[in-house]
T-cell receptor, first 114, second 110 residues
Framework: DTEVTQTPKHLVMGMTNKKSLKCEQH?????MYWYKQKAKKPPELMFV?????LSINESVPSRFSPECPNSSLLNLHLHALQPEDSALYLC?????WGVGTEAFFGQGTRLTVV | RKEVEQDPGPFNVPEGATVAFNCTYS??????FFWYRQDCRKEPKLLMS???SGNEDGRFTAQLNRASQYISLLIRDSKLSDSATYLC???????????FGQGTELSVKP
């Protein structure tokens, strides 16, 4: 089962709201990722977690706050977002954090900030 | 120069055609290479990994030329269902950091 599950699939939030995106995988993967994708653009890496520890933060604004409660779960907490943050947010996982490991993506959360 | 560059596309081809996508990468230390496929408003899905010896999966053939830092994907006998954006992806050995090309859009017409 190569499945990464993301909830919710769609989210509309106001600029003063606080919301969370959730991601879950049961493949025993030890690396999990958050990507942001705008229309007609490739995914852009935001965060990498390896063995439940934050390994890479691609200079993401603090209004995005990742959390990895355990090896199967990854959250992205959102607060005081801007309309330009509207995008498809993709979670991915891979066996390990390193060379040669293929990443599997969830279906994404389509976020609209109003 | 972008780390991973692909043909800009779009490619519009008839069913049954053979189409080739090219990709170049700038970091000679890159270790892993992949082709992903992304349908409109869907997530990227792994199509195939790319190895130095080349690899084939049905109608799809991927090649890697490390000396030229070049990756290719060949699709034979194109089907309507092959219409998608094809993403060249490179792991540049900075841990889990996958670098995506900008994608090449393929449209297969009847």
């Amino acid at each position: 089962d190569t499945e990464v599950t993301q909830t919710p699939k769609h989210l509309v939030m106001g600029m003063t709201n606080k919301k969370s995106l959730k991601c879950e995988q049961h493949m025993g993967h030890r690396a999990m990722y958050w990507y942001k994708q705008k229309a007609k653009k490739p995914p852009e890496l935001m965060f990498v977690y390896s063995y439940e520890k934050l390994s890479i933060n691609e200079s993401v604004p603090s209004r995005f706050s990742p959390e990895c409660p355990n090896s199967s779960l990854l959250n992205l907490h959102l607060h005081a977002l801007q309309p330009e943050d509207s995008a498809l947010y993709l979670c991915a996982s891979s066996q390990d954090w390193g060379v040669g490991t293929e990443a599997f993506f969830g279906q994404g959360t389509r976020l609209t900030v109003v | 120069r972008k780390e991973v560059e692909q043909d800009p596309g779009p490619f519009n081809v008839p069913e049954g055609a053979t189409v080739a996508f090219n990709c170049t990468y700038s970091n000679s230390a890159s270790q892993s290479f992949f082709w992903y496929r992304q349908d409109c408003r869907k997530e990227p899905k792994l199509l195939m990994s790319v190895y130095s010896s080349g690899n084939e999966d049905g109608r799809f053939t991927a090649q890697l030329n490390r000396a030229s830092q070049y990756i290719s994907l060949l699709i034979r006998d194109s089907k309507l269902s092959d219409s998608a954006t094809y993403l060249c992806v490179v792991n540049n050995n900075q841990g889990g950091k996958l670098i995506f090309g900008q994608g090449t859009e393929l449209s297969v017409k009847p």
